[in-house]
């Protein structure tokens, strides 16, 4: 019973532990359930992030083009002719290209203007996947770390299943020796009745040896217990009977 309580002791223990792993995977199951519903949200990530960066490098390119454009104004408002081939440059030729340069600027400025208002739209959503990406590593990190507690449970379940397989084979080995201490003692109470008889009949081999050395008045006395030892040999076992009966059952013409 001892053995009994010890192992339904160590069991209850586990109880508690099994019911804290159940908590914590349903946990990691929410957890997951959010992860997937972020990742979602993060499908338009590269998307955006590449027309950010297109955009960017657009940008860079037209500020170029504008620096271009602005040395060219600057060429013709500086400039009567030309310093390659010396020719004259007509006022009227110059109006017209510082006028072209001028449109060009502009367009390009205008383009610079929706790329930056695109992009600070962009800036934006890009700041939103980072707070989901953060959410997501954090979460992670939370999964990470149930995980483990879940793993250190485990091996504590492993610890104490071990020592109920322990207490169990422990338990089957006592069995087995009560089994044989009870064969020892049924064999030591036959033992011992076989003793007390033996004791009997060692008890009455020494009254007839008695008898027989008896010198003095040995022929009264076997003519009167005589036949009280042969009744009394009598009931003993066939065995003995046959044996005690060749020693003791003597004629009276022997005395």
């Given at each position: 019973h001892t053995r009994y309580g010890t192992v339904t002791g160590v069991q209850t223990c586990a109880?508690?532990?099994?019911?804290?792993?159940?908590?914590?995977?349903n946990e990691v199951a929410d957890l997951m359930t959010q992860v997937s519903s972020l990742l979602d949200k993060l499908k338009g990530q590269d998307d955006t992030l590449s027309e950010y960066s297109i955009n960017e490098t657009a940008i860079k390119t037209d500020k170029v083009s504008m620096?271009?454009?602005?040395?060219?104004?600057?060429?013709?408002?500086?400039?009567?002719?030309?310093?390659?081939c010396?020719?004259?440059i007509s006022t009227d030729l110059k109006n017209q290209k510082i006028h072209e340069c001028s449109i060009n600027k502009s367009e390009i400025e205008k383009e610079i203007e929706n790329k930056r208002k695109?992009?600070?739209d962009l800036s934006k959503k890009i700041e939103q996947y980072s707070q989901i990406d953060s959410k997501i590593e954090k979460i992670q990190d939370k999964v990470k770390e149930i995980k483990a507690h879940i793993s250190s449970n485990n091996q504590y379940i492993k610890k104490i299943n071990k020592?109920?397989?322990?207490?169990?084979?422990?338990?089957?080995?006592?069995?087995?020796?009560?089994?044989?201490?009870?064969?020892?003692?049924?064999?030591?109470?036959?033992?011992s009745t076989d003793k007390k008889e033996l004791e009997e009949n060692s008890q009455y081999y020494a009254m007839a040896a008695m008898i027989l050395k008896d010198s003095g008045i040995k022929s009264k006395i076997i003519k009167y217990y005589l036949p009280i030892m042969n009744k009394i040999i009598n009931q003993r076992s066939e065995e003995h009977t046959s044996e005690l009966q060749s020693q003791f059952r003597i004629s009276y013409a022997v005395f």
């Open positions: 109880l508690p532990i099994y019911a804290q792993n159940v908590e914590l995977e620096g271009k454009i602005d040395k060219e104004i600057q060429f013709y408002h500086n400039n009567d002719k030309c310093p390659s010396s020719q004259i695109t992009n600070e020592q109920i397989s322990d207490l169990q084979n422990e338990s089957n080995n006592m069995d087995k020796e009560n089994e044989t201490l009870q064969t020892i003692i049924e064999e030591g109470k036959k033992h």
